[in-house]
């Protein structure tokens, strides 16, 4: 889980948004490496997206009357926890946990599902 530097307090899982013309998948590697500095993993598709609504504090970063976008789902499997390094304009701390706890520390109600359903528990 990553915390973001603005909101105070907004934990989530690596998230991002589409750049012009880029599939999800290249978006998801792309982000993935940004913000843990992970590189070369392989990802799964869980074939799932969900449309849900931009948070006000965000839709400047959006088209003027643009209020929704679509998440799309991906998991990548580590064989051990390794160190992450954080993009310090965007995140300023990272905890491994269990299923249950980052289900509880996430913010946005997709994260919570996608925790959910795509993170074992242990």
Same mark, same amino acid.
């Given at each position: ?27 998801? $590697? ?8 992970? $590189? ?13 609504? %931009?948070?006000? $504090? ?25 160190? %992450? ?38």
């Amino acid at each position: 889980m990553l915390r973001r530097k603005y909101p105070n307090d907004f934990w989530q899982s690596v998230t991002g948004s589409l750049e012009w013309d880029e599939a999800p998948l290249d978006a998801a $590697i792309r982000e993935l490496q940004e913000e843990t500095g992970l $590189i070369k993993q392989e990802l799964h598709d869980c074939q799932y997206s969900k449309v849900f609504e %931009i948070y006000s $504090i965000w839709r400047e970063r959006y088209a003027p009357g643009v209020t929704e976008n679509t998440e799309h789902v991906y998991t990548v499997e580590l064989p051990e926890k390794v160190a %992450i390094v954080l993009d310090p304009k965007e995140h300023e701390q990272y905890l491994w946990l269990p299923q249950k706890q980052a289900m509880e520390l996430a913010f946005s109600p997709t994260n919570q599902e996608a925790i959910r359903r795509w993170v074992p528990e242990v």
